[in-house]
């Protein structure tokens, strides 16, 4: 069993900063994902961080959000961040994050666990 609890979300004006959290408990997994939906769209993948090798963490990023976005974590991944800058409004959504026991995909039919999700709203 994995348990992944997102804080962080909120309200925000286009070009503010926010950072995410995502905080794991039970089994550890070392491959975490940030996923978000907006009202109405489909779940669509945004970032995700890879541990399996000791030694490095390998980071992967959706172009919408690359250069804006990182994501990090320490090397059990109980504790994930996603730093969000230069926000806009298509940002909007409900953000979640996802554990895998496999490898890093962009669909999220690939994750095992999920948490309730963090909300994330740009004004402009």
């Known amino acids: 069993q994995v348990q992944l609890v997102e804080s962080g979300g909120g309200l925000v004006q286009a070009g503010d900063s926010l950072r995410l959290s995502c905080a794991a408990s039970?089994?550890?997994?070392?491959?975490r994902a940030w996923f978000r939906q907006a009202p109405g769209k489909e779940r669509e993948f945004v970032a995700a961080?890879?541990?399996?090798?000791?030694?490095?963490?390998?980071?992967y990023y959706a172009d919408s959000v690359k250069g804006r976005f990182t994501i990090s974590g320490d090397n059990a991944l109980n504790t994930v961040v996603l730093e969000m800058n230069r926000l806009k409004p298509e940002d909007t959504a409900v953000y979640s994050c996802?554990?895998?026991?496999?490898?890093?995909?962009?669909?999220?039919?690939?994750?095992?666990?999920w948490g309730q999700g963090t909300r994330v709203t740009v004004s402009s």
């Open positions: 996802a554990a895998s026991w496999g490898s890093v995909t962009y669909n999220p039919i690939g994750y095992n666990w």
């Open positions: 961080i890879d541990s399996t090798d000791g030694d490095t963490a390998y980071t």
């Open positions: 039970g089994q550890t997994t070392h491959v």
